[in-house]
């Protein structure tokens, strides 16, 4: 018997994450720096670790109600009103999910029918693709260019609409290029869902990391626009809360509902620790945050002019804590590059195709890593790429 065969068609087809794949690579290399995993550095700051310590101390251990903690929902309702300016109601339009990673799962399960088609961008995060793909959807790539700092540009969705598309998905600040979307576009995007009658699902989860006093602009906000969205959010990046997997969606009571029902028999609540650290985010974790996002700013602008200054062309990046270098002046593919890094000199990036086709000839950098060992590695980089200069 082979248990291969056993295996569903769609899974079957599914392959793993490229980035992961270049991670067993990495852990057998040994003693490597690591501007690989798109992770914070930094520990979950302290007073959420106590808010989820002293809820265990008082025996809370309990499920919660499939929705969420409500006193978690109204924190979320709250926050995000301040922060992307829409207003949900916390018992009929807030879901708490297991990372926005099951945030996305549970929506693209509960939206597509077989063959509905799902726009999105790349280079972009490694699931949306094979969540969409395994939801019965089919992906729908709209190439963004290193030429033109990887913008997502209406024109080019508007081309990819087809009387089949029913969702368009964005992610900005985008993983991995730490790319920002200009409002005019993130407007244009909006007028063609309400034209085409489609949901925006949008990725927000990088939206508190952004730079050079830029205001983050989401489409769930603009004219119209909450009625078609689901407008999901996380705790893992910008509160460094990776290990308490907790995230949210927010939309309409009847996107709400359907999820809900997915979530329900799944996964029945997301845990009560994380819930109840996340609302002790919410309510007072803005200093920590502050602190963290000035640190990403200072290492961005550190790592942007050193691989510039290497002959690797890199455009600053407006948000998240990546970087985007262009390899091409080396006569490397993106997967020889990072592979021989990795070799030659013990410094891990990932290749971007592990992101999509359009990531080839750049390797994402992510630097959730110290200044110092940023040093170093920028030093060894610098090196490689001199070796490497066509
Ligand atoms: N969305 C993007 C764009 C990401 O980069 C990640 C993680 O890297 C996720 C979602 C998953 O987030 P979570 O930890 O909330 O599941």
Redesign the pocket.
């Given at each position: 018997m082979s248990l291969t065969d056993k295996i569903s068609e769609r899974v079957r087809a599914v392959p793993r994450s490229g980035i992961r794949e270049f991670f067993d690579l990495v852990l057998a290399a040994g003693d490597v720096i690591s501007l690989g995993v798109?992770?914070p550095d930094f520990s979950s700051p302290w007073h959420i670790r106590e808010a989820a310590i002293h809820s265990l101390e008082k025996g809370q251990t309990s499920y919660t109600s499939n929705l969420g903690l409500l006193e978690l929902r109204r924190s979320i309702s709250k926050y995000v009103k301040n922060f992307f300016h829409v207003e949900y109601n916390p018992n009929t339009e807030v879901l708490v999910?297991?990372?926005?990673?099951?945030?996305?799962d549970i929506a693209f399960r509960s939206l597509l029918n077989p063959g509905d088609e799902v726009i999105y961008h790349e280079p972009?995060?490694?699931?949306?693709s094979p969540t969409i793909y395994m939801a019965y959807g089919v992906p729908v790539v709209v190439n963004t260019k290193g030429e033109d700092d990887f913008a997502l540009r209406a024109a080019d969705v508007e081309k990819a609409i087809t009387p089949r598309t029913k969702v368009i998905m964005l992610?900005f600040p985008?993983?991995?290029t730490g790319s920002v979307m200009p409002k005019a576009e993130l407007e244009g995007i909006a007028e063609l869902a309400k034209q085409h009658d489609l949901i925006v699902i949008t990725?927000e989860?990088?939206s508190e990391l952004l730079y050079d006093d830029r205001v983050h602009h989401s489409i769930a906000a603009l004219p119209g626009m909450k009625e078609r969205s689901i407008l999901?959010h996380?705790?893992?990046?910008a509160f460094a809360m990776?290990g308490f997997?907790?995230?949210y969606a927010c939309s309409p009571p009847e996107l709400t509902e359907a999820m809900m029902k997915i979530h329900q028999y799944s996964m029945l609540c997301a845990p009560i620790t994380a819930q109840i650290a996340a609302t002790e985010a919410l309510e007072h974790g803005a200093g920590p945050m502050e602190q963290m996002r000035k640190a990403y700013w200072r290492r961005r602008n550190m790592v942007v002019s050193s691989l510039n200054a290497s002959g690797l062309s890199t455009f600053i990046p407006g948000g998240?804590f990546y970087v985007f270098p262009d390899i091409r002046s080396t006569a490397l593919t993106s997967r020889e590059f990072a592979t021989k890094l990795l070799e030659e000199e013990k410094v891990a990036v990932v290749p971007g195709t592990a992101f999509g086709k359009a990531g080839e000839g750049f390797v994402r950098c992510c630097y959730c890593t110290s200044e110092e060992k940023l040093a170093i590695a920028l030093e060894r980089i610098g090196n490689f790429a001199k070796r490497y200069q066509r």
């Amino acid at each position: 018997m082979s248990l291969t065969d056993k295996i569903s068609e769609r899974v079957r087809a599914v392959p793993r994450s490229g980035i992961r794949e270049f991670f067993d690579l990495v852990l057998a290399a040994g003693d490597v720096i690591s501007l690989g995993v798109g992770e914070p550095d930094f520990s979950s700051p302290w007073h959420i670790r106590e808010a989820a310590i002293h809820s265990l101390e008082k025996g809370q251990t309990s499920y919660t109600s499939n929705l969420g903690l409500l006193e978690l929902r109204r924190s979320i309702s709250k926050y995000v009103k301040n922060f992307f300016h829409v207003e949900y109601n916390p018992n009929t339009e807030v879901l708490v999910t297991v990372g926005v990673s099951e945030a996305l799962d549970i929506a693209f399960r509960s939206l597509l029918n077989p063959g509905d088609e799902v726009i999105y961008h790349e280079p972009c995060y490694v699931s949306y693709s094979p969540t969409i793909y395994m939801a019965y959807g089919v992906p729908v790539v709209v190439n963004t260019k290193g030429e033109d700092d990887f913008a997502l540009r209406a024109a080019d969705v508007e081309k990819a609409i087809t009387p089949r598309t029913k969702v368009i998905m964005l992610n900005f600040p985008t993983n991995p290029t730490g790319s920002v979307m200009p409002k005019a576009e993130l407007e244009g995007i909006a007028e063609l869902a309400k034209q085409h009658d489609l949901i925006v699902i949008t990725d927000e989860i990088y939206s508190e990391l952004l730079y050079d006093d830029r205001v983050h602009h989401s489409i769930a906000a603009l004219p119209g626009m909450k009625e078609r969205s689901i407008l999901m959010h996380g705790f893992s990046k910008a509160f460094a809360m990776t290990g308490f997997r907790l995230g949210y969606a927010c939309s309409p009571p009847e996107l709400t509902e359907a999820m809900m029902k997915i979530h329900q028999y799944s996964m029945l609540c997301a845990p009560i620790t994380a819930q109840i650290a996340a609302t002790e985010a919410l309510e007072h974790g803005a200093g920590p945050m502050e602190q963290m996002r000035k640190a990403y700013w200072r290492r961005r602008n550190m790592v942007v002019s050193s691989l510039n200054a290497s002959g690797l062309s890199t455009f600053i990046p407006g948000g998240a804590f990546y970087v985007f270098p262009d390899i091409r002046s080396t006569a490397l593919t993106s997967r020889e590059f990072a592979t021989k890094l990795l070799e030659e000199e013990k410094v891990a990036v990932v290749p971007g195709t592990a992101f999509g086709k359009a990531g080839e000839g750049f390797v994402r950098c992510c630097y959730c890593t110290s200044e110092e060992k940023l040093a170093i590695a920028l030093e060894r980089i610098g090196n490689f790429a001199k070796r490497y200069q066509r």
